[in-house]
């Protein structure tokens, strides 16, 4: 395969010269969790929102990225269902009264800007599945008309504008691009304020419906009723006759689905799995539907029956005198509680931890040193389970670190969540402190609920330092998680980190390795990683043309366009070239 050059290579920021005339905005919404996270409210509903962000292309054409998700409460919190329809919002439609410059007698004053199409109604969407239109903005006055900002409706729309003037009668065309979140069968609604210098501003709605492909039910699962092994049935149907597989569930919590395909599908949860795997809330399920590849459900954790005599009285949580003084870094009060018999290993009541763990939070090693000679636990558990061990590798702090292994710390005491010290350090940790740990025999190769080793985590998180001391203690470099399958190969691509990507590659990482959708690290890449890595990656031998498991299968330029981030455009101008270079694709890959 002939490679192209690969100009699209540089910073990000210099696509923003002030000779483009564009701008790069970026903004967020508040997100949900995914099967892999733990300790979520069970009753949360809200579905997942991820983040967007913009980048542009050139002086007449700006280009949008976007994300939304279902709209928020309809009756915004009053109880009484409001209606909001944007697309009644039609600021062109009537004459506005302009304050200020150029209107002396407060005259009503027509809109400088029109859009065509207004509204910009995206069609039918597939849910995660984005989608990008052109607006076009056509200025109607007879003087420049110069846009200041562009303002999201809620936060989850962005946009880059053309930062030059547009002169009486030029347009500027606009891509928008926009991402549903995985709620299917909703209207989406969104509207983008346009602020112009000398004018009122002016708002355009975006628009599109989000089809229900297949549908689950119920939406909302009752957590286990006294000792039933499994729940209640869990049916999905497709809506528009297309047979369909189900390729995995995450976290793996289910009875195991059919793998033929078919028009219905009947799954149970495994209780003891899902007690296991941390009481998730969320619950996604996989697809080869070509039109919707994934659907959710929430288990919602069943209320305590009500009881007819009164509720005793819950004291607030709090912190014990002796944790008190250690959070507090008053080495004399904790000494003098301490000999006035106060016991070192009280937990707290919020949160489970001991004075130990609020001493090592805070960083004080003289008021460690004081609790380890009056006796306090070292391998106490607050209430998820971490250690004052675990408290001081979270944190980077090897002073403490080296304190608590030389009192006799475990090493590999594991957590409710299965993690160790090590894994805590990895993750979250410096180098130096996952180094002493290693070297004090500290178990590389521990795994949490979700099948994550510390490589993992250190991967994901970019810390290439931390790999490699995993590395050299033996950690395996083609471990999978219990989630979507993902090879520590495919976490690092997420990162972007190419220093981290060299490594693997170095230490016979497994190219080959698929994910349960049958994405390879470079789909992964191409979707949430960097260019460099993308590039790093072919130049590896990964064919940008090999398709997943989907049906029609994506290939590395599919999984590029459905990212709404700035790495987007890097990404797919060198992707093109290598993916439409050949006529054929190569064949969808085996699902072993």
Same mark, same amino acid.
């Given at each position: 395969?002939?490679?192209?050059?690969?100009?699209?290579?540089?910073?990000?920021?210099?696509?923003?010269?002030?000779?483009?005339?564009?701008?790069?905005?970026?903004?967020?919404?508040?997100?949900?969790?995914?099967?892999?996270?733990?300790?979520?409210?069970?009753?949360?509903?809200?579905? %997942?929102?991820?983040?967007?962000?913009?980048?542009?292309?050139?002086?007449?054409?700006?280009?949008?990225?976007?994300?939304?998700?279902?709209?928020?409460?309809?009756?915004?919190?009053?109880?009484?269902?409001?209606?909001?329809?944007f697309s009644s919002v039609r600021p062109n439609d009537n004459p506005v009264k302009t304050p200020g410059l150029n209107n002396t007698n407060n005259a009503p004053v027509a809109a400088p800007i029109t859009f065509s199409p207004d509204p910009l109604d995206m069609g039918e969407m597939s849910a995660g599945v984005a989608k990008t239109s052109t607006v076009t903005l056509t200025n109607t006055s007879d003087a420049p008309v110069t846009i200041t900002k562009a303002i999201p409706g809620c936060g989850c729309t962005t946009l880059g504008w053309p930062k030059d003037p547009i002169a009486p009668g030029e347009s500027a065309d606009i891509e928008i691009t926009l991402k549903p979140g995985p709620k299917q069968g909703i209207r989406l609604r969104k509207r983008v304020t346009f602020q112009l210098e000398g004018h009122p501003s002016q708002i355009l709605s975006v628009e599109g419906d989000v089809?229900?492909?297949?549908?689950?039910?119920?939406?909302?699962?009752?957590?286990?009723?006294?000792?039933?092994?499994?729940?209640?049935?869990?049916?999905?149907?497709?809506?528009?006759?297309?047979?369909?597989?189900?390729?995995?569930?995450?976290?793996?919590?289910?009875?195991?689905?059919?793998?033929?395909?078919?028009?219905e599908h009947t799954l149970q949860i495994d209780w003891n799995a899902w007690e296991e795997a941390g009481r998730p809330v969320k619950i996604a399920f996989k697809l080869d539907h070509p039109k919707a590849s994934q659907v959710t459900t929430l288990v919602k954790r069943r209320p305590n029956a009500p009881s007819m005599d009164p509720a005793p009285k819950t004291p607030a949580p709090s912190i014990n005198d002796l944790s008190g003084a250690a959070r507090a870094g008053d080495v004399a009060r904790v000494r003098l509680l301490l000999a006035d018999g106060k016991d070192p290993n009280q937990a707290d009541s919020a949160g489970g931890r001991t004075a130990l763990h609020w001493a090592v939070r805070s960083g004080n090693a003289e008021i460690v040193d004081v609790l380890i000679e009056s006796g306090?636990?070292?391998?106490?558990?607050?209430?998820?389970?971490?250690?004052?061990?675990?408290?001081?590798?979270?944190?980077?702090?090897v002073e403490l670190t080296g304190r608590l292994l030389a009192a006799g710390a475990d090493v590999n005491k594991r957590d409710l969540v299965g993690g160790n010290s090590v894994?805590?350090?990895?993750?979250l940790g410096s180098a130096d402190t996952l180094r002493l740990l290693v070297a004090s025999g500290g178990e590389v190769e521990v795994k949490d609920?979700?099948?994550?080793?510390?490589?993992?985590?250190?991967?994901?998180?970019?810390?290439?330092?931390?790999?490699?001391?995993?590395?050299?203690?033996?950690?395996?470099?083609?471990?999978?998680?219990?989630?979507?399958?993902?090879?520590?190969?495919?976490?690092?691509?997420?990162?972007?980190?190419? %220093?981290s990507i060299k490594l693997l590659l170095d230490n016979g990482t497994d190219l080959g390795k698929k994910t349960k959708l049958g994405a390879n690290a470079l789909h992964i890449a191409s979707e949430y990683g960097s260019a460099e890595v993308v590039q790093m990656l072919v130049e590896r031998g990964l064919d940008p043309r090999q398709v997943d498991l989907r049906t029609p299968g994506w290939n590395a330029l599919d999984y590029a366009?459905?990212?709404?981030?700035?790495?987007?455009?890097?990404?797919?101008?060198?992707?093109?070239?290598?993916?439409?270079v050949e006529s054929e694709a190569p064949a969808a890959p085996s699902a072993d």
């Open positions: 395969m002939t490679m192209p050059s690969f100009p699209a290579l540089r910073p990000v920021n210099a696509c923003l010269a002030a000779s483009t005339g564009v701008i790069l905005l970026m903004a967020s919404c508040t997100g949900g969790s995914d099967g892999s996270q733990q300790g979520q409210d069970a009753n949360a509903t809200t579905p %997942d929102q991820p983040t967007p962000a913009v980048t542009t292309t050139d002086a007449s054409k700006a280009e949008t990225v976007a994300t939304t998700e279902a709209p928020a409460d309809p009756t915004n919190g009053t109880g009484i269902p409001i209606t909001q329809d089809a229900a492909y297949v549908t689950i039910k119920p939406e909302i699962v009752e957590a286990r009723v006294e000792d039933a092994e499994l729940s209640e049935d869990i049916v999905l149907t497709s809506a528009d006759g297309t047979a369909f597989v189900v390729n995995a569930v995450e976290p793996a919590i289910t009875v195991a689905p059919s793998t033929d395909a078919a028009l306090a636990d070292l391998d106490k558990g607050d209430q998820a389970g971490k250690t004052p061990l675990s408290h001081a590798a979270e944190s980077g702090n894994l805590w350090a990895a993750g609920i979700n099948g994550l080793s510390p490589l993992a985590w250190a991967a994901q998180t970019g810390k290439t330092e931390s790999m490699q001391i995993l590395i050299d203690g033996g950690a395996d470099v083609n471990a999978t998680d219990n989630l979507a399958g993902e090879s520590i190969l495919m976490r690092a691509a997420r990162s972007g980190k190419t %220093d366009k459905n990212r709404v981030d700035e790495g987007r455009f890097q990404v797919i101008a060198y992707l093109t070239p290598l993916v439409t």
